[in-house]
């Protein structure tokens, strides 16, 4: 039941935001919900951003927000990388953003594919792309045995006008060349859901996962025992999820419907 849930997990771009714009009805969803003694929390497959990048953005978009309000794929790369690939060189094809991330955490980064210390490549999405980075990180995965990661499947990001091709659509065009898939950490495994849950201290039963789309934050949520809501302000119609295998519990045209709802 909508009404029962305490704990809000949102995706951000296509759900809350359409790249710099705030969706309308978001505002005053969030303050009811710490009104009400809930929480909510971000958890978003884009890796262009640090969490205080996000900080910042929300400030300014009137939203105040701290670090334990976001869960993003850069997050969960990095305890990923440090339980995997402790002190081992990574090579980055993603933002100068996340390379400050992974490199303020402790991960030891390099952008020189010519490195002989490289054990895994991490493609990103990576707003910054050129065609060299793109060469560079094929030449790697196709020359030399090392792991190969990447921060989430989506294959487009929605902005103001439309959307841009994402992480997924970009590791897809290195699978042409190089004939390899990498492991994907973000949406749609459960970990930044089970991370969310686990730090506010509620229970699943409590919690609700938000999205726009229906292969990573609706199948995160199903993945991760927990109720899911669509809403259809990004990628995923009413129809692709009359047809999808990934069932939403609930779908709304925006986060202004679901507030409604649930109050």
Partial sequence: MLSNKKLFLFDIDGTVCQGERLIDGTMQFLEDIRQSGGQFVFITNNSTKSIQDYILKFQKLGIKTDYSNFITASYAT?????????????????TKSLIRELKKSGIRVTTDCEDPEIACVLVAYDNELTYEK??????????????????????????????????????????????????FIGKPEPGMVDMSVAQNHFTKYETLVIGDRLYTDILSGINAGVETALVLTGEATRKDAEESSYKPDYIFPTVRELHEAWK
Avoid: W
Avoid at 78 to 94: A, E, F, R
């Fill in 134 to 183: 793109l060469t560079d990180t094929c030449k790697i995965l196709s020359t030399r045995d090392v792991g190969y990661v990447a921060t989430n499947p989506d294959l487009v990001c929605p902005i103001e006008f439309g959307f841009v091709p994402d992480c997924g659509a970009m590791c897809q065009m290195i699978e042409h060349a190089v004939k390899k898939k990498p492991y």
């Fill in 78 to 94: 990095i305890h990923y990388l440090k339980k995997n690939y402790d002190d081992k060189l990574i090579y980055v094809m993603g």
